[in-house]
């Protein structure tokens, strides 16, 4: 790696030959108490690591699906600071037993974190155990604007390479830190029935350059989908299909979420 984090990332990912499965949910969606209940039960289920996403009025990376998801955590009264305590439930839950805590991530954009405040805001993840923090809306060449404050709290600021990245795949991973976020896709999040995408060209470019992990995300969710993105990358990203079962479920998603999760690393791990 470029730079070592002591944090719980690396964990995600902790042998060459071991391909993770990271799930995303919205916080707040549909409560604060139903959040911190699916992040232990999809850690229970075998996530290896676990996307928060901080509920935004603009979240211009996000389909449907996701965005529906922070209308409703925002009209519950969901914040910054209800997105840390919610951190703060599940760590604490998770102190009652004898594993390593979960690596944690945040998908936010500069917005609420600039309007928290730079420092402070890492200073919380870095508290909190957060590892790493994706900022799709932050360009890699204004990442500066953040990547000091991030560094001086060991958290990872994740670098996103999408198709159309071209000549600036080699230049971002390079840089990268924590893990490589393979957009598989172009235009927002969502469940994609077919992903036709030459990703694994885009992966060998990365690999040229770096051994920073990287997992794609962006259309996935069938555990066949998952398997051919963990082949060919060090893990499956998903959000949409989560984000889906918590709307049909509202406070009553456990089971499903458990299920599918576990069905999604199994197929994660066969790769």
Do not use: W
């Amino acid at each position: 790696m470029n730079r070592e984090y002591e944090n719980s990332i690396s964990r995600a990912f902790q042998t060459p030959n071991h391909k993770a499965f990271i799930a995303f949910l919205t916080a707040g969606d549909p409560t604060p108490e139903s959040t911190v209940e699916y992040i232990l039960e999809m850690e229970r289920a075998g996530a290896d690591l676990i996307e928060i996403g901080i509920p935004f009025s603009d979240p211009t990376a996000e389909g449907v699906v996701i965005q529906d998801a922070n209308v409703r955590a925002l009209a519950g009264g969901m914040t910054t600071d209800g997105v840390f305590d919610i951190v703060r439930r599940v760590r604490e839950r998770e102190g009652d037993s004898k594993k390593a805590p979960m690596p944690l991530a945040f998908m936010t954009y500069a917005n609420p974190v600039f309007h928290y405040g730079c420092e402070r805001f890492f200073a919380r993840c870095e508290e909190l155990g957060v590892g790493a923090v994706i900022v799709p809306d932050l360009p890699y060449e204004e990442k500066q604007e953040l990547e000091g404050a991030a560094d001086a709290h060991q958290v990872a600021l994740i670098s996103m390479i999408a198709p159309t990245s071209r000549e600036r795949i080699q230049r971002i991973a390079r840089e990268a830190r924590g893990f490589i976020y393979v957009v598989s896709s172009l235009g927002v999040t969502g469940v994609r029935s077919e992903i036709t995408t030459d990703l694994e060209s885009i992966v060998k470019s990365i690999r040229e350059v770096t051994d920073v992990p990287c997992a794609v995300g962006f259309g996935i969710s069938t555990p066949e989908q998952a398997r051919r993105m963990a082949r060919i990358s060090d893990g499956a990203i998903v959000g949409s299909a989560i984000v889906k079962l918590i709307a049909q479920g509202g406070e009553q998603a456990a089971p499903a979420i458990y299920e599918y999760v576990k069905s999604m690393k199994e197929a994660v791990a066969e790769s």
